[in-house]
């Protein structure tokens, strides 16, 4: 049982569970840690700033759409914009389906809030875009 409220450890090994009440910050660390946003079509998500630099993935968002009156095809655009920085994942179609993927940089420091729009005509989209950030 150690109980501290100060000092320094070296080469510890944690051999169960740990809880972590406060912040940890760690210099290095060995393997993946990815957080997930989720923002919602014709809404917004908003990412807190942090102290290091990130990398923000769209990895897929897809339009489907259907054939109507006529035999004409469904389609429409989508995008994902981040605030700033811009557009990002842009695409479209006029033949039933598409999809769209991208990435951005954040730099430290800086939050960033993210919109996820449609414009369809006899047409679906993704309904919540998945954003995977990545300390760079």
Not at 18 to 30: E, L, N, P, R, V
Not at 58 to 66: A, D, K, Q, T, Y
Not at 73 to 95: D, I, K, L, R
């Amino acid at each position: 049982n150690i109980n501290a409220y100060s000092g320094t450890l070296s080469n510890v090994h944690i051999l169960e569970n740990c809880q972590i009440d406060g912040t940890i910050s760690a210099t290095k660390i060995i393997g993946d840690i990815v957080k997930a946003v989720l923002i919602p079509l014709y809404g917004s998500a908003y990412i807190p700033p942090e102290n290091f630099e990130r990398e923000l993935v769209i990895p897929c968002v897809g339009i489907n759409g259907w054939t109507f009156k006529g035999g004409r095809w469904g389609g429409g655009s989508a995008s994902v914009t981040a605030n700033p920085g811009g557009t990002f994942v842009s695409f479209s179609t006029a033949s039933l389906s598409a999809t769209g993927s991208g990435q951005i940089h954040i730099p430290s420091g800086q939050a960033v809030t993210l919109t996820y729009n449609a414009d369809l005509d006899h047409a679906s989209a993704t309904q919540t875009a998945i954003g995977l950030i990545i300390k760079s």
